[in-house]
């Protein structure tokens, strides 16, 4: 039977990793990721996991010592915050480029300087075309069952591509609250036994990684890798309808709230999405159609579910918790623009940098933006395409 428990984002995800009993976790602790790797080590100790648990010497070295294990043939899992993230840029590359499906959580933490160890995405947004998956995660119980997900994903047949599940620090990550766990046995059938694809340790059939691939093979090794990009999306929908059975949570690529009728409407990423909810409540009891786009798959952007959502909207805000110094608009606004320029349709599409470091954010300040949103429609004009959410001028 399952069980319920008070658990953070951090402790959930760590349950999901002592369930799915990787080969090998290899990590460095960095906040707000620490408790994650704290709790899941204490499992080792415990002997409740047959994991090998490598303490690295840095972030480079762990995501390193990942791809090493991966490639030799086991199921492999890490997590990471922030600079840690950005300490394991040049091997995040190489992860996806070799096909390895390496599953690691990343605990949102905007990047220094100056510093700070709160959160925005700063972090993940970096990495988003370096042919990682990308799910971000609203709340612990969306922790945990992403972290499940995230490696039937990754070792799909189709995709063979590593995955990142996302949660905002603190808000997420050290945030208490109801988790429905499922049985040991439950997920262990679920994510099934892991089975390698030209693994190092089989001698029998030999292989070559890491070997210099000029220009002669480079192009045609790395379409490889941009065609099984190709299957995430199916490859996710499939997965997560196979979790809805088991757990009876649906999953897919992204949320509707409140759609069907909606002249105006938010689209947002993790924790902010439930205070955006409550927001949407209350205007709809007041009569504002209102609604709400969750976006749970940043990589790969679900392009098509977005543009048939958002079919006769008449004005859109996208809530972005990091920036794109130097665009025009920060990286999901980008994203939203772009897959919506071809169509006959086009509503009015503005953007809301948000949260940065830390900054709350709260039903008031969700409320003016659909003010605004409601003014742009009255008017048919935009004063600000690109705007600043709850900053001091």
């Not at 969306?142 to 620090?169: F, S, W």
């Not at 159609?289 to 805000?317: E, N, Y």
């Not at 994203?335 to 948000?354: C, G, K, S």
Request: net charge negative; hydrophobic share 40%; proline share 5%.
């Amino acid at each position: 039977m399952p069980k319920v428990l008070p658990l953070n984002g951090d402790d959930a995800a760590a349950y999901a990793m002592k369930q799915i009993d990787p080969d090998v976790v290899a990590a460095y602790p960095i906040t707000p990721q620490t408790e994650l790797m704290q709790s899941f080590s204490q499992f080792v100790a415990d002997g409740s996991v047959q994991t090998e648990l490598i303490v690295a010497e840095s972030e480079h070295s762990a995501l390193s010592a990942c791809v090493g294990a991966c490639a030799a043939g086991g199921r492999v899992m890490t997590a990471t915050s922030s600079q840690g993230l950005a300490y394991m840029w040049e091997i995040l590359y190489i992860a996806a480029g070799y096909r390895l499906p390496i599953v690691m959580n990343v605990i949102n933490r905007t990047l220094s300087g100056p510093i700070n160890i709160h959160c925005d995405h700063s972090d993940t947004m970096g990495a988003r075309d370096s042919g990682w998956l990308q799910i971000y995660g609203e709340n612990p119980q969306e922790a945990y069952d992403n972290t499940i997900q995230a490696v039937r994903i990754a070792e799909h047949k189709d995709l063979r591509l590593p995955v990142m599940c996302c949660m905002d620090g603190f808000i997420t990550s050290h945030a208490v609250e109801r988790v429905e766990l499922l049985d040991d046995d439950v997920v262990k059938d679920f994510v099934g036994e892991y089975v390698p694809t030209h693994p190092l340790l089989d001698i029998e059939h030999p292989v070559t990684y890491g070997p210099l691939d000029l220009y002669d093979y480079f192009f045609e090794h790395k379409m490889q890798e941009i065609d099984a990009m190709s299957h995430a999306e199916a490859v996710v929908r499939e997965v997560s309808e196979e979790f809805g059975k088991i757990a009876g949570r649906r999953y897919s690529l992204l949320e509707p709230y409140a759609m069907d009728d909606a002249e105006s409407a938010i689209i947002v990423l993790s924790s902010t999405a439930g205070t955006t909810r409550a927001t949407v409540k209350a205007m709809r009891r007041a009569g504002k159609k209102v609604g709400m786009i969750k976006l749970r798959c940043f990589r790969p952007f679900p392009k098509d579910d977005m543009v048939r959502l958002l079919d006769g909207v008449k004005a859109v805000a996208v809530l972005d918790r990091s920036d794109g110094l130097g665009a025009y608009g920060a990286p999901v606004f980008n994203e939203v623009r772009n897959a919506l320029f071809d169509e006959d349709f086009r509503p009015q599409i503005v953007n809301y940098v948000y949260g940065l470091g830390g900054r709350d954010i709260g039903q008031a300040d969700i409320a003016k933006v659909y003010a605004d949103l409601a003014e742009i429609i009255s008017t048919g004009k935009v004063k600000q395409r690109v705007r600043y959410l709850g900053v001091r001028e």
